[in-house]
């Protein structure tokens, strides 16, 4: 009752700022819930000096005289820093997890306590189940019981779970659908990107299976699920992997279904350009729905397409399926590949600035950026013109890709995303997908050096904003170690060791650098192909939610592994160098290992 009493004051007080300013009081007092996020650091300052920023400098000039011994070592500081933050987050968000049920909420305050499909399960929990299977083995297990009582309350399609009473909240079919495209893409598809088959992988077939069943709306193609671009543009991400994965044509089917809607009704019916919803009896944009996001900038004004995450899924959506067809030689690559170009070129001069980054997203109609930020998930759309060459066998977008990615790289300090720290996570983010592509320096020592933005974000007790965005902290975080090590882990990682690593490209020969303050007995494990070994793709190509490959043994081929220190050398299978090289560290040996790897 007082709450409610407070309230009616809050909403009849004479002006806003006063208004504003008795809401705050209220929620000090804990009589409303918090503006999220919970809590939120300042952007450090460009011009910050820091002893990270000095080794960052080294590192680069190591690089640039080719001391590539010196290089791994100095990654080495920097993977250990990565991995320890993420570690951080992991343990502080144990502390959130229900104890009746093993979810974890929206945000870490009360006011928040619900489990959802959409952001906690898309963008949270993923995250800290892979940073459980990488950094805390005694932990994963109680990871995976969340998984397990995930299904056990949504079933097939995921869904929203009350705290408080540990009871589902009813939901229309579409907010459901939504949800479950959000948890399989954003969420399942990152754990089988880095781990392959598992119980994360059955959830996210599982799921799209179920949408699959329950898709409604009418296209001249056939019934599709969503009437938005951004589940559609979700589900073709996730139906063309798992095609590749299973080669079961329904996930095909759907993706072509899906593909054909956009390509040959939405686009030419649009000036070439989705809209966030569409009407497809009508053939006209529809007002955003104010249950997928009830703050959505559409609401009640025009029909923007954003270019940010949510519109720009349907640009990897479309050139992944693309990469399908073309690879498998299927005949609607030729039919998909004319109007698909034309998109692709349509968004290349859409939204803009001079420099080559795009804006969240622009009014259709017009062409003029509806929301001029700058959209932090850049890289995204990019991932989708790399895939289209990659497909077709040329360079068409790749002076556009770099311009993009050299401006991305003279922004620092910026509010990506206001002051939220996943602007920072995403956009660094998207300039890791593309340097395996495009290894362009200044764009590697931009990552080096704009991460630090995003680590000083992180509070002392772990946490981060206090809010599901956790998750994406500890995405980038863990992204960016594995860079700094190639794809090198520990097996058991461990909090005082330290492992890095540095790639001389011309003569593709791999230095690695591992250090232990105490005592350290495990394995050393190196990536492989997984676009082949878990996807079965025959080649790789930069995916949302994946995780990139950066130096990858092949099973079947024998590596060199030199000891850097006594010369001595032994020989290794590529498999052998997977299930990881055998190592201890103290006692009787020294501390330090350094060597050099390379194939025979």
Known sequence: MVAFVLGIVVMTVPTFKFQDRVRGRLQQAGFLPPSLPLYQKP???????????????????????????QAAMLNAV???????????????????????????????SPFYNAWDSEDVAADNFPHLLIASIYLDSDGQSAWLDTLASERAFCGDLACRVDLDTDTIVEQDLDVRIFGTSEYVKDGLLAVAERFGPGPWFDRMSEGV???????????QA?????????????????LSRLYWATGDERYLQMAERIAEAYLFEVFPNNQGLPADYWDFQAQCPLREDER?????????????????????????????????ERAQNRPQADRYRGPLRQFLDRIIVTGRTDEGLWYNSVNVETLVPFDDNLADTWGYILNGYQTFDLAEGTDRYAAEIERAMRAAATKRSINWEGNLQDGYA?????????????????????VDDEIEVLFLKQRDDGFVEGWYLDGNFVRTALMYAQYKTQGVMLDPWQEDVRVGAALDRGDGVLYVHLAAEGNWQGRLRFDTPRHRTFWRMPTEYPRLNGSPEWYVVEPEAMYRVTNLDT????????QELAEG???????????LLRFMVSQK
Request: some cysteine.
């Open 78 to 108: 920097l993977s250990q820093e990565a991995f320890q933050r993420a570690h951080r987050a992991l343990k502080a968000w144990e502390t959130a997890r229900d104890p009746e049920t093993g979810l974890i909420p929206h945000a870490t």
């Open 426 to 446: 995403d956009a660094i983010e998207s300039m890791l997908y593309l340097l395996p592509w495009f290894d362009i320096s200044e764009c590697r020592q931009w």
């Open 222 to 238: 056939g019934p599709i699920p969503s009437n938005g671009t951004e589940a559609n543009g979700e589900l073709l991400q996730v």
């Open 567 to 574: 010369g001595d050398v032994w020989t290794h299978s590529g």
């Open 581 to 591: 090289l055998p190592v201890t560290l103290g006692g009787a040996h020294p501390h």
């Open 209 to 219: 299976d179920a949408i699959l069943d329950a898709a409604y709306v009418e296209t």
């Open 43 to 69: 952007i450090a300052p460009p011009d910050r000096v820091t002893a990270r920023r000095l080794m960052v400098a080294s590192l680069h000039d190591a690089l640039a005289r080719g001391d590539y011994e």
């Open 292 to 324: 997928f996001r009830p703050d959505a900038e559409s609401v009640a004004q025009t029909e923007p397409f954003r270019l940010v995450d949510h519109g720009g899924e349907i640009i990897p959506g479309l050139t992944e399926l693309y990469f399908v």
